[in-house]
């Protein structure tokens, strides 16, 4: 019998942000047949190959105690859901962080196909890290999703500001000064979608990804959900209305200022063309 790979089946979701990704976990977290972690975004690889800040201790120590360590009333708590999830933070908090720690936080997993890890960051990864991550996987699926990128970096910007306390620079911030944030590496980079499907290209086999549009995944949820699954080799499951209908992470209702646009305009049309470049059919929308 021929040995597991470290990784086994792994999916993940790389993004974009604010591109529809916390929807889908959403939804996705109801199949039978996938199995996530206790945290959505576990950003492993892109510590392992880009920034290897990210899963510190100190950081992981401040992630458990406001995140995984909460109270609960022994009362009514199920004790079996308190063990385990003591459990995953015991992993979560466990030295050194390689692939066999990312390995032992899916232990949990029982029956189900696929770990799953919906990790943003790991879009941003160089493209040799792709081929060694899927030669550590029995199967590797990775998801990437896009949007109009004007409205995808105002989502962004009202996102970060709304989180950060700052929603007020929206009606005060001048062209420079809007041009000045959303050029930031964290805040640009997300949605350099020509960039990700090169990488995604030069590091993979064509099964191993897959990228799809947020404008087509909810103008035909059960369809584009039927694709993903098709794309994982996984059974159709009939997710329910009501989570279909959900909406998670939105930022605060604000029109976006009519200068906003033009500021990216140029890039844009790079970037458009960088994405039909790579074989794939803009939706309509995005103008």
Request: net charge neutral.
């Amino acid at each position: 019998m021929t040995a597991k790979r470290t990784f086994g089946n792994l999916f993940l979701s790389i993004g974009a942000m604010k591109a529809g990704t916390t929807w889908l976990y959403s939804v996705l977290a109801r199949h039978p047949e996938l199995h996530f972690a206790m945290e959505k975004e576990i950003h492993y690889f892109n510590h392992r190959y880009v920034d290897n800040s990210l899963l510190s201790e100190e950081r992981r120590l401040s992630e458990a105690r406001e995140r995984y360590l909460w109270r609960f009333d022994p009362k009514v708590a199920n004790i079996d859901a308190i063990r385990q999830n003591l459990h995953w933070v015991a992993a979560y908090l466990d030295r050194p962080v390689d692939d066999f720690w990312y390995r032992n936080l899916f232990q949990l997993r029982k029956f189900q196909t696929y770990a799953c890890d919906f990790s943003n960051l790991n879009a941003h990864l160089p493209v040799e890290a792709w081929p060694v991550i899927a030669s550590k996987c029995d199967s590797l699926r990775v998801l990437f999703t896009m949007r109009d990128p004007v409205k995808r970096l105002w989502s962004h910007t009202k996102f970060h500001l709304q989180v950060t306390g700052e929603l007020e620079k929206l009606d005060s911030w001048s062209k420079s000064e809007f041009e000045a944030f959303i050029r930031q590496p964290h805040i640009w980079n997300n949605g350099e979608y020509g960039a990700v499907l090169r990488r995604l290209s030069k590091g993979l086999s064509g099964e191993q990804y897959k990228a799809i549009f947020y404008e087509d995944l909810h103008d035909n949820q059960r369809s584009r959900l039927r694709e993903i699954e098709a794309f994982l080799g996984i059974a159709p499951f009939d997710y329910p209305q009501a989570a279909l209908d959900r909406r998670l992470t939105e930022s605060k209702k604000r029109e976006m200022p009519g200068f906003f646009a033009d500021l990216v305009s140029d890039d844009v049309a790079r970037i458009r063309k960088e994405v039909e470049d790579e074989g794939y059919v803009l939706p309509l929308s995005w103008g």
